[in-house]
């Protein structure tokens, strides 16, 4: 029998719901979990990990004790990705070594020979500063500079060289290959506006890169929050009340009916067929997967792993950028749109259809007479466009003062008490790795 009254009620379908929901119920907390499957962070958005999410996991599990986080490297493995510009490429997320002579070869970076012991070194660099993030994130502004104590000689000598090459002029080939990964990293359209920003594309560049096995982790996870007596429900919400601009009560859609919760916390991407409003909604672009079965075994595009395809032309227009993967005798494309008032699939359709014509046979030429059965889905995955979110640290603290409201109630925009919202649309800095330091901070002051 599902109890009546909590402190907390988290709203999403994913792993950092349940890692906020154990922290929560260790400090003392009555913690109800709702998986509701239309509040999810997206799987570019949670699931690709940069070494720097990956160690600030690992260090939330060593702090916090828990078994999950602490061998998450159990719950990995590799993905290499590919970025495909105007006549030139990149093969990036391999051993740090690798990224930094990758990146050397298309850009003439001047570099002397890497120690042999570079790439552990790189890794304990990455690994310290994540512990700064989660130990200090929430108290104090975080300087590259104070995150560079940390670095051996040769990865300082790397990072004054990168800060001249971006500082350098390059030709529009270039940049569009450069603003590309960078919001591939950050899960955000933009450009490179200050140290912090160089800083963090720096480490996430030269780092390898990971896919997490999240159903395995949410299990895991899961259990270790049951074992604390902590309430769990998959369900979504269907209505709720608001008593001078704070919960009142939860109406679920499962026979348990009305919940009343103190404070509200949803975790995930966009809070789709909710009644939940964000102030100020930003301008952000939402993805189209299509995913077909092929008769033809592409091998060599499973070599390039994850493939980002761009061009000079496409940058700063309503289609940047582009992924493809081929997976298990499939291709899954992921189409970028600017987002709008009432998008549907349907309206979308035609106009995918005809992309995925012009665009595949770009990159191999037998898919131009490959017969194609699209199953296309427009996901919860948002990446979104602020040119306003400036900082002169690395500090993650740039978060977005948003606002959020009672969109049931027509004309009603008064902002919700006792309500938050984690995601990309509060966190756009840094992509998934604000959102992990911005929950570590949530719990410090619950």
Same mark, same amino acid.
């Given at each position: 029998?599902?109890?009546?009254?909590?402190?907390?009620? $988290?709203?999403?379908?994913?792993?950092?719901?349940?890692?906020?929901?154990?922290?929560?119920?260790?400090?003392?907390?009555?913690?109800?979990? !709702?998986?509701?499957?239309?509040?999810?962070?997206?799987?570019?958005?949670?699931?690709?990990?940069?070494?720097?999410?990956?160690?600030?996991?690992?260090?939330?599990?060593?702090?916090?004790?828990?078994?999950?986080? @602490?061998?998450?490297?159990?719950?990995?493995?590799?993905?290499?990705?590919?970025?495909?510009?105007?006549?030139?490429?990149?093969?990036? =997320?391999?051993?740090?070594?690798?990224?930094?002579?990758?990146?050397?070869?298309?850009?003439?970076?001047?570099?002397?020979?890497?120690?042999?012991?570079?790439?552990?070194?790189?890794?304990?660099?990455?690994?310290?500063?994540?512990q700064a993030y989660f130990r200090y994130g929430g108290f104090q502004q975080i300087t590259p500079d104070k995150l560079m104590v940390y670095a051996p000689p040769s990865i300082k000598e790397l990072y004054e060289q990168f800060k001249i090459f971006i500082a350098t002029p390059r030709d529009w080939s270039s940049e569009s290959l450069l603003s590309t990964l960078m919001s591939y990293y950050s899960k955000r359209i933009d450009v490179l506006s200050d140290e912090g920003d160089i800083f963090f594309f720096f480490v996430a560049l030269f780092s390898p890169r990971y896919l997490l096995k999240q159903?395995?982790?949410?299990?895991?996870? !899961?259990?270790?929050?049951?074992?604390? #007596?902590?309430?769990?429900?998959?369900?979504?919400? /269907?209505?709720? !009340? %608001?008593?001078?601009?704070?919960?009142?009560? $939860?109406?679920?859609?499962?026979?348990? =009916? @009305?919940?009343?919760?103190?404070?509200?916390?949803?975790?995930?991407?966009?809070?789709?067929?909710? *009644?939940?409003?964000?102030?100020?909604?930003?301008?952000?672009?939402?993805?189209?997967?299509?995913?077909?079965?092929?008769?033809?075994?592409?091998?060599?595009?499973?070599?390039?792993?994850?493939?980002?395809?761009?061009?000079? +032309?496409?940058?700063?227009?309503?289609?940047?950028?582009?992924?493809?993967?081929?997976?298990?005798?499939?291709?899954?494309?992921?189409?970028?749109?600017?987002?709008?008032?009432?998008?549907?699939?349907?309206?979308?359709?035609?106009?995918?259809? /005809? /992309?995925?014509?012009?665009?595949? *046979?770009?990159? #191999?030429?037998?898919?131009?007479?490959?017969?194609? #059965?699209?199953?296309?889905? !427009?996901?919860?995955?948002?990446?979104?466009?602020? +040119?306003?979110?400036?900082?002169?640290?690395?500090?993650?603290?740039?978060?977005? +003062?948003?606002?959020? %409201?009672?969109?049931?109630?027509?004309?009603?925009?008064?902002?919700? +008490?006792?309500?938050?919202?984690? =995601?990309?649309?509060?966190?756009?800095?840094?992509?998934?790795?604000?959102?992990?330091?911005?929950?570590?901070?949530?719990?410090?002051?619950?």
């Amino acid at each position: 029998m599902l109890k009546k009254d909590f402190h907390t009620a $988290i709203v999403g379908s994913n792993y950092l719901s349940l890692i906020l929901a154990i922290d929560l119920i260790k400090n003392g907390k009555d913690v109800l979990v !709702l998986d509701d499957d239309r509040m999810d962070l997206g799987e570019l958005f949670g699931t690709d990990l940069g070494l720097l999410e990956l160690m600030f996991l690992k260090s939330w599990g060593q702090e916090r004790h828990i078994d999950a986080l @602490i061998n998450i490297e159990d719950l990995i493995s590799e993905r290499p990705y590919t970025i495909l510009g105007d006549n030139s490429w990149l093969s990036l =997320g391999h051993r740090p070594s690798e990224n930094v002579y990758e990146f050397s070869r298309r850009f003439a970076l001047p570099l002397s020979s890497l120690d042999d012991d570079f790439d552990q070194n790189w890794i304990q660099f990455v690994s310290k500063v994540s512990q700064a993030y989660f130990r200090y994130g929430g108290f104090q502004q975080i300087t590259p500079d104070k995150l560079m104590v940390y670095a051996p000689p040769s990865i300082k000598e790397l990072y004054e060289q990168f800060k001249i090459f971006i500082a350098t002029p390059r030709d529009w080939s270039s940049e569009s290959l450069l603003s590309t990964l960078m919001s591939y990293y950050s899960k955000r359209i933009d450009v490179l506006s200050d140290e912090g920003d160089i800083f963090f594309f720096f480490v996430a560049l030269f780092s390898p890169r990971y896919l997490l096995k999240q159903d395995v982790l949410v299990e895991q996870l !899961l259990t270790a929050y049951k074992e604390l #007596d902590g309430y769990f429900k998959q369900t979504r919400m /269907r209505e709720w !009340l %608001f008593h001078k601009q704070k919960p009142w009560s $939860i109406e679920l859609a499962s026979y348990e =009916g @009305i919940i009343h919760p103190k404070q509200l916390t949803f975790i995930g991407a966009f809070p789709t067929g909710m *009644p939940l409003g964000l102030n100020p909604l930003v301008d952000h672009y939402v993805i189209l997967e299509a995913t077909s079965p092929v008769e033809a075994q592409y091998t060599s595009l499973k070599s390039y792993g994850l493939m980002i395809v761009t061009s000079e +032309k496409s940058i700063g227009t309503e289609s940047p950028f582009w992924f493809i993967e081929y997976q298990d005798n499939k291709i899954v494309v992921r189409l970028l749109y600017p987002a709008s008032k009432g998008m549907k699939l349907e309206f979308l359709k035609a106009e995918s259809l /005809r /992309r995925l014509s012009k665009k595949l *046979p770009l990159i #191999d030429p037998r898919l131009q007479d490959e017969v194609f #059965d699209w199953s296309l889905n !427009l996901t919860s995955e948002v990446f979104v466009h602020v +040119k306003s979110v400036k900082s002169s640290t690395v500090n993650t603290h740039s978060m977005l +003062k948003l606002g959020l %409201f009672d969109s049931s109630s027509p004309g009603i925009t008064q902002k919700l +008490k006792n309500v938050d919202y984690f =995601g990309p649309f509060r966190a756009p800095k840094m992509g998934l790795f604000s959102s992990m330091v911005d929950l570590t901070i949530e719990t410090q002051f619950k």
